[in-house]
């Protein structure tokens, strides 16, 4: 993740967490403040899942992977 990206994402958490806090929200703002600063953290394990999950879908999409291959003669 480049530098211009993690500022975005980070002024993006910041306006959140100002717009929960207006609003009320204060038992949300931990979370908020978890993302911020273990962001490079949770980054990866968004795409570690992301990775899984789109290696799952293609290995079970193909539905004759499970039948047995039948001989022509």
């Known amino acids: 993740m480049n530098t211009p990206l993690k500022s975005m994402i ?3 958490l910041t306006a959140l967490g100002t717009i929960l806090t207006l609003i009320g929200l204060n038992d949300a703002i931990p979370v ?3 993302l911020q600063n273990s962001l490079d953290y949770v980054w990866e394990a968004a795409i570690i ?4 999950v789109t290696t799952l879908i293609g290995f079970l999409k193909d539905s004759n992977r499970f039948e047995t291959p039948t001989e022509t003669k």
């Not at 899942?49 to 899984?52: K, S």
Request: net charge neutral; no cysteine.
């Open 49 to 52: 899942l992301i990775g899984f």
């Open 10 to 12: 980070r002024h993006a």
């Open 32 to 34: 908020i403040d978890f």
